[in-house]
């Protein structure tokens, strides 16, 4: 199933990119978040792949919604992670492909169209970039405060407890930046990063980068998790086990009164 679903985002990330050199539509949702016509065209290919090779699995996207709700296999995709990125010609946007079982991710595929990576994993199988085995990148020996750690757009943060979690990290951590979408979450799988804050996701955000960064032998912790119109909505930090920690106790502590 790894092999079909990362041949499936590979011919979806051909397609992003036959798109993209010509010109691309956007408008706003309800929700007033970016959508594009190459968003459409990736999700309905990909849904149309999946009914096609999977015809009992459930299908939860971010465009199209769900069917088959009560499937024990559901496939969660993200066909462009980062519109936003898209629309400014910025090459950190990707594709999301994930499979769960029962509620456990299992199967995760990421794509970045314009960078010409694909990751894939599965449980027991283990992650790959570009067809040859991932193992994340060994922490630095001085310790978190060496690392680069990336946090999620500012607007993610909007609580006062996550504002105050931000503002913490940028001021105890040198090495904080901003690196957006999956492509951050690729780049804490590899160990570039030595952790991805990301707050606010749904489950299309998640699936396939929780089994990519856990196979590679990072970490993927959930902090907090809320219900969003019948989504959860979750708080997450995934990269090299001991930064991951490092963030989630300098969060907790944060948070204190």
């Not at 993209?20 to 065209?41: I, Q």
Request: charged share 25%.
């Amino acid at each position: 199933m790894l092999d079909e679903a990362t041949a499936l985002v590979a011919e979806a990330s051909s397609l992003v990119q036959r798109m993209v050199d010509g010109e691309v539509g956007f408008r706003r949702k309800a929700d007033r978040t970016l959508v594009s016509d190459v968003d459409l065209a990736v999700e309905s290919m990909l849904r149309g792949a999946i009914e096609r090779r999977f015809p009992g699995d459930g299908i939860l996207g971010e465009e199209e919604g769900a069917v088959r709700g009560e499937a024990s296999r559901r496939w969660l995709l993200d066909p462009i992670d980062g519109t936003r990125s898209l629309r400014h010609g910025i090459p950190l946007y990707g594709i999301l492909l994930g499979l769960e079982v029962d509620g456990e991710a299992v199967l995760g595929v990421l794509a970045l169209p314009a960078l010409g990576r694909l990751y894939g994993a599965a449980r027991g199988v283990g992650a790959f970039r570009d067809g040859v085995a991932l193992r994340q990148a060994p922490p630095l020996p001085e310790g978190p405060l060496e690392e680069v750690i990336s946090l999620g757009e500012r607007r993610q943060f909007a609580t006062p407890a996550a504002d105050a979690g931000f503002a913490r990290l940028l001021e105890i951590h040198r090495g904080a930046r901003i690196y957006p979408d999956c492509f951050a979450h690729a780049l804490a799988a590899e160990g570039s990063l030595g952790a991805m804050v990301d707050f606010g996701l749904r489950p299309w955000d998640l699936a396939a980068s929780q089994v990519l960064v856990e196979e590679a032998g990072g970490r993927f912790l959930v902090l907090g998790e809320r219900d969003d119109g019948g989504l959860p909505r979750r708080d997450v930090v995934l990269g090299k086990p001991g930064v991951v920690e490092w963030v989630a106790a300098t969060l907790a502590e944060t948070a204190k009164p």
